[in-house]
């Protein structure tokens, strides 16, 4: 994780990124989006750049417009990490901001979602994030998860999974390479509970998230990951 994969090809990032809104939601700020009568939900769970990437808020409007209420949580708490700031490099900066914290941060935002009568809450995590929805995940406190090129997941972590689980993977990612999301998906496809293992062909760590609108090829990549992505939680999540 303190390699540069991590952080390459930051995002521009913008608070008014989206057409949700922000609100508070549990003790963090929520870029929330869908209809909040919504039966079903999902948490986004962002990378080291965290929610006011515009990116991640493009994909958080397409998963409402497919009828999910979708909260995405301020989990890094207004300090995302800048590779620009010199006094905070990455190992500094994830003191501060681990995926523990995340996991137990994310719990009454669980709670909060419920709340409102939803019925099936799923999530998705990309990179720092993955981590985070793989506790919630090994906890039961969601239904169904998604992991787009994850950071920190280990074997052990993937023992312990039991709900429908897809991990979607870089051909080049130094962080989850090819051969340990392999391994994951032999550990997943002995399990009872359903799994979705892909490895994407020609895409780098972060691909899902941090790609340039201009880049027709880039776009195409990360919107067939959004599509899987989509697929698996209108089948376990619905």
């Known amino acids: 994780m303190s390699g540069p994969e991590c952080c390459s ?5 913008n608070p008014n990124a989206g057409s949700g809104h922000v609100e508070k939601l549990g003790a963090l700020n929520a870029y929330i989006a869908g209809s909040p009568n919504s039966k079903s939900s999902v948490l986004l769970v962002s990378d080291v750049f965290g929610y006011e990437a515009p990116n991640l808020r493009k994909l958080a409007d397409k998963v409402a417009a497919a009828g999910y209420f979708v909260v995405v949580p ?5 300090e995302p990490y800048n590779p620009e700031n010199p006094d905070r490099p990455l190992p500094i900066w994830i003191k501060d901001h681990g995926t523990d914290k995340g996991f137990e941060d994310a719990k009454p935002i669980i709670e909060a979602i419920k709340s409102k009568g939803v019925s099936s809450v799923g999530a998705a995590g990309f990179c720092w994030g993955a981590k985070v929805v793989t506790e919630l995940a090994k906890s039961r406190l969601i239904q169904a998860a998604v992991l787009l090129h994850p950071s920190f ?3 052990d972590d993937i023992k312990a999974v039991d709900i429908p689980y897809s991990i979607l ?9 090819p051969e340990l ?4 998906e032999e550990i997943l496809s002995a399990k009872s509970a359903p799994s979705f293992v892909k490895i994407f062909p020609k895409v780098s760590h972060g691909w899902t998230v941090r790609y340039s609108p201009e880049d027709a090829e ?10 899987d992505l989509l697929d698996w939680f209108a089948k376990h999540l619905k």
Not at 9 to 13: D, E, K, T
Not at 170 to 175: G, K, Q, V
């Open 74 to 78: 301020d989990f890094l708490n207004g």
């Open 218 to 227: 880039a776009v195409k990549a990360a919107e067939e990951a959004h599509q």
């Open 181 to 184: 999301v392999k391994q994951f």
């Open 153 to 155: 997941v280990s074997v």
């Open 169 to 177: 993977g870089a051909e080049i990612d130094r962080l989850s390479p």
């Open 9 to 13: 090809n930051p995002p521009i990032l």
